[in-house]
């Protein structure tokens, strides 16, 4: 798929840019001084609840709330419903860096997942320099060998790790041992022919919030769930709103990772949480 290729292709470039501002020498030692870990799985543990995002644009989405994204992280620290944030750090599709990380740390007491490309230790390494509880890896872009290399390395520097499918095929090579797991509903394949038939960059894509449903989204795939790990925490990613909220947890999951549907919100983020809010006392 040439959309996902050319994300490769610019995460790697990317990587390359970051080892030369941090050295892997000076990860080290940003670790030794790095805050104690916050558990995301313990967090996801219990009633339904978000994994709310943070990020200023996305692929699918195109730009964010510039108010909602300002606002974001502190209605997400004093929500209930928020039990983890989500922190986008690729520049070139997300407009994030690896220093939102360290922002946002402070902002939020709960638990951050950094969201990204991961393909290299080194990203690792960054992660937990900056800050990072957990990390996702993701089985469309790693092989087995890649994802169980990287769950190691991931658990030797005390992160946890959520893994992400999109197929049946792909939940095949998470680790049986893994002990949080997602389902993107993120159909990459119809994602690609947006991007072909546009001639344009991904950013070019038009953001759901302004024409109706998203056109990479499919929702049918959050019944994948059931082919999880049976011990692994379940999180339905991308394209889940308020009315899908009880539909979602009735299918097994505990939670739901929502970004564009918060940061696009016409009323705000908190507003848009507090329909989730109500929404959840109906699960």
Same mark, same amino acid.
């Given at each position: 798929m040439a959309f996902l290729h050319q994300i490769l292709r610019d995460t790697a470039q990317q990587i +390359? !840019? @970051?080892?030369?501002r941090y050295p892997l020498a000076k990860l080290k030692r940003m670790i030794r001084d !790095? @805050? /104690?870990?916050? %558990?995301? *799985?313990l967090a996801l543990i219990g009633p339904f609840g978000l994994i709310a995002e943070v990020k200023r644009r996305s692929p699918s989405g195109g730009?964010? +709330?510039k108010e909602n994204f300002k606002q974001a992280p502190a209605a997400y620290a004093k929500s209930p419903i928020v039990k983890a944030v989500s922190v986008l750090t690729n520049t070139n599709y997300f407009g994030m860096?690896?220093?939102e990380l360290a922002r946002i740390k402070k902002a939020v007491s709960k638990p951050i997942l950094r969201k990204d490309f991961i393909i290299s230790e080194y990203q690792l390494y960054?992660? *937990?320099a900056f800050g990072a509880d957990a990390v996702l890896l993701m089985a469309n872009i790693l092989d087995q060998k890649g994802l169980d290399v990287l769950f190691l390395k991931a658990r030797e520097l005390g992160l946890e790790v959520m893994f992400e499918a999109h197929t049946q095929a792909e939940i095949r090579d998470i680790p049986e041992d893994a002990l949080i797991c997602g389902i993107n509903s993120r159909n990459f394949k119809a994602a690609d022919k947006l991007w072909a038939a546009k001639k344009k960059k991904p950013l070019a894509a038009p !953001?759901? %919030?302004?024409?109706? !449903?998203? /056109?990479?989204?499919d929702l049918k795939a959050f019944s994948l769930v059931k082919h999880l790990p049976k011990e692994a925490v379940k999180v339905a990613e991308s394209g889940v709103k308020p009315d899908k909220v009880h539909e979602v947890a009735r299918l097994g999951f505990h939670a739901a990772l929502v970004g564009t549907t918060l940061l696009q919100a016409p009323a705000?983020?908190?507003?848009?949480l507090r329909q989730f809010e109500r929404a959840l006392k109906r699960v």
């Amino acid at each position: 798929m040439a959309f996902l290729h050319q994300i490769l292709r610019d995460t790697a470039q990317q990587i +390359n !840019a @970051s080892q030369k501002r941090y050295p892997l020498a000076k990860l080290k030692r940003m670790i030794r001084d !790095a @805050s /104690p870990v916050r %558990s995301l *799985r313990l967090a996801l543990i219990g009633p339904f609840g978000l994994i709310a995002e943070v990020k200023r644009r996305s692929p699918s989405g195109g730009e964010m +709330n510039k108010e909602n994204f300002k606002q974001a992280p502190a209605a997400y620290a004093k929500s209930p419903i928020v039990k983890a944030v989500s922190v986008l750090t690729n520049t070139n599709y997300f407009g994030m860096d690896i220093k939102e990380l360290a922002r946002i740390k402070k902002a939020v007491s709960k638990p951050i997942l950094r969201k990204d490309f991961i393909i290299s230790e080194y990203q690792l390494y960054e992660a *937990r320099a900056f800050g990072a509880d957990a990390v996702l890896l993701m089985a469309n872009i790693l092989d087995q060998k890649g994802l169980d290399v990287l769950f190691l390395k991931a658990r030797e520097l005390g992160l946890e790790v959520m893994f992400e499918a999109h197929t049946q095929a792909e939940i095949r090579d998470i680790p049986e041992d893994a002990l949080i797991c997602g389902i993107n509903s993120r159909n990459f394949k119809a994602a690609d022919k947006l991007w072909a038939a546009k001639k344009k960059k991904p950013l070019a894509a038009p !953001a759901a %919030s302004r024409g109706g !449903a998203d /056109p990479t989204v499919d929702l049918k795939a959050f019944s994948l769930v059931k082919h999880l790990p049976k011990e692994a925490v379940k999180v339905a990613e991308s394209g889940v709103k308020p009315d899908k909220v009880h539909e979602v947890a009735r299918l097994g999951f505990h939670a739901a990772l929502v970004g564009t549907t918060l940061l696009q919100a016409p009323a705000g983020v908190e507003d848009m949480l507090r329909q989730f809010e109500r929404a959840l006392k109906r699960v």
